[in-house]
């Protein structure tokens, strides 16, 4: 078996290969290599060159490139302030640093007083808050029946199903939030796929938690 040969196993190796890489990162450089085994290939086996799959494969490749360089530009290394950076590596690190900029810059940083209802009971909720530091109870019907802290969100539920609020939500401490707007929070996950994805599973997360605690 020639050295031709084994490229193109190679090449198809890794492509079958790179159907196990969850990594977007490593599959677009196992693809790259893939496409250069496969262009050695489709030069030396034929009489001639066969220049179709040979140029196919350089597009392939310009075009893996040109995504491993769009994720190191969103991975590279960020400044943050001291919250920013708290709560991107507690609860957003699986978004890149420029990922979590986007999220972060249309948001903003509020400071709530106790006995403030930052949700009202069957209302139309217009912002997603997230609790930086502090502590919010959960009231249904005049009755207690949980608090939210540090690192979790009021008002996901009805983020996620666009209804009225299914409780009320009063500080209980002096509480620092980072608050998005519904709509425009709404806007930037719909253009940018992966964040929403990211932003659902994290607030599905929670109310799934809520609802087992609330069974138990």
Known sequence: MNVAVIAGHLAFGLIAFSFLVKDIFWLRIVSIVAS?????????????????????????????????????????PVKMNDKNAELYETLFKDMTPVEYLKVSKIAEWKTFKPGEIIIQEGMPVKDLHLIYNGTVDIVVKDKKVADLKDGQFVGEMSFLTEKPATATCVVKHDTECLVWKQEQFKDLLTRNPSLYFTIQSLLSTQVSSALVSSNT
Do not use: D, Q, T
């Open 36 to 76: 250069l085994f496969s262009v050695f290939y489709n030069w030396v086996i034929p009489v001639e060159p066969m220049w179709i799959p040979i140029g196919w494969n350089f597009v392939f490749v310009l075009l893996n490139l040109y995504h491993i360089a769009v994720l190191m530009y969103e991975k590279r």
